[in-house]
Nanobody, 126 residues
Framework: QVQLVESGGGLVQAGGSLRLSCAAS??????????MGWFRQAPGKEREFVAG????????YYADSVKGRFTIGRDNAKNALWLQMNGLEPEDTAVYYC?????????????????WGQGTQVTVSS
């Protein structure tokens, strides 16, 4: 089992930037959870896919709403995942979660992921 811990959330003005980090402990997530993703959940809304990355780091996937503004990356040697968020908008306000799955293919479905962090709050003021 892999434990995931997010950090880097906070309050930022619209147009600003934040970098979220996800640290994995336990088994190295490059072998036990090849595909990783970032999801977010705003109050009263369902959890939604934000970005995903394959185990090699070569496959990158983004929700249309964040394409061109967010960048996902990973460092398997350091068991680290990150999400660089630029051009933040009030609509990006949510709790952000990193997640891992045993499959090799990135999925946009939260149910396909079996390892989740506790989440980190991102608030974007207008």
């Amino acid at each position: 089992q892999v434990q995931l811990v997010e950090s880097g959330g906070g309050l930022v003005q619209a147009g600003g930037s934040l970098r979220l980090s996800c640290a994995a402990s336990g088994r190295t997530f490059s072998t036990s959870t090849p595909a990783m993703g970032w999801f977010r959940q705003a109050p009263g809304k369902e959890r939604e896919f934000v970005a995903g990355i394959s185990g090699s780091g070569l496959g990158l996937y983004y929700a249309d709403s964040v394409k061109g503004r967010f960048t996902i990356g990973r460092d398997n040697a350091k068991n680290a995942l990150w999400l660089q968020m630029n051009g933040l908008e009030p609509e990006d306000t949510a709790v952000y979660y990193c997640a891992g799955r045993g499959g090799f293919v990135v999925s946009e479905r939260p149910d396909d992921y079996d390892n989740w962090g506790q989440g980190t709050q991102v608030t974007v003021s207008s």
